[in-house]
């Protein structure tokens, strides 16, 4: 990472658990972040940052997602934090020289756009760079590109899990990063740069300041010498 450190004061990777999968129809449920900065010359996680969600008046977590992700609906009474809140929160953790990255980034950021739209600022994400793990992972391992496909691929299993708890899985997205980071140092040249599966197209709404690519499975070459 120390590359991307150079150019950013900060990396802040996050993940999301959402009632479902349309971010304009449903919502987050679980948000969690780790920040990284440069401490003595090494990458270092400096906050790790993990909240239950609100729902809005009338919402509600569908059962198969209960099931999936073990957060039921008296979790989140109990335990969820306003989504004004969890605003003020992200806000606070986004310097102005920020990295944003994720797993799958265009989902957890499309999720992220529309919370801080309804609930906070959104404009808090103007100029911000982002980078998608998964674009890079199709890059460089054949199918399938899962996050508990990168953790097994990079000899992690046992030392993080993909749980479908997003403090689990954006622990996880460190540790992949760490481990692509050693094995090729060309992760800037994805920043700002999303593949997608042409047989699918891109399936939602583009975010602004992101370059889109189709990105065919096992590709002779990176998607950003395309």
């Not at 400096?46 to 569908?62: C, K, N, R």
Request: aromatic share 8%; net charge negative.
């Amino acid at each position: 990472m120390e590359q991307l450190l150079s150019r950013y004061d900060r990396i802040l990777l996050m993940d999301t658990e959402t009632t479902g999968l349309s971010f304009r129809r449903d919502e987050i449920i679980e948000f969690s972040a780790v920040t990284v900065e440069m401490v003595n010359g090494v990458p270092t996680v400096l906050q790790e940052y993990d909240e239950l969600v609100t729902l809005s008046p009338g919402g509600h977590i569908p059962e198969k997602i209960q099931k999936l992700t073990g957060i039921t609906e008296m979790d989140i009474r109990e335990r969820g934090l306003p989504k004004e809140r969890i605003c003020r929160d992200i806000g606070e953790m986004l310097t102005e020289n920020t990295l944003l990255v994720a797993y799958n980034a265009h989902f957890d950021l499309s999720f992220l756009y529309y919370l801080l739209l309804n609930h906070g600022d959104p404009t808090i994400l103007k100029g911000k760079d982002k980078l998608d793990l998964l674009t890079v992972y199709r890059d460089r391992r054949p199918f399938p590109h899962k996050l508990c496909s990168a953790i097994e691929s990079y000899g992690l299993s046992g030392k993080v899990v993909n749980s479908h708890r997003a403090i689990d899985d954006v622990l996880a997205t460190v540790a992949v990063m760490e481990r692509m980071s050693a094995e090729k140092d060309d992760l800037i040249h994805y920043v700002n740069l999303f593949g997608y599966l042409p047989q699918y197209g891109l399936g939602s709404k583009p975010i602004g300041s992101v370059t889109y690519k189709p990105q065919p499975y096992d590709s002779p070459v990176p998607l950003y010498q395309l």
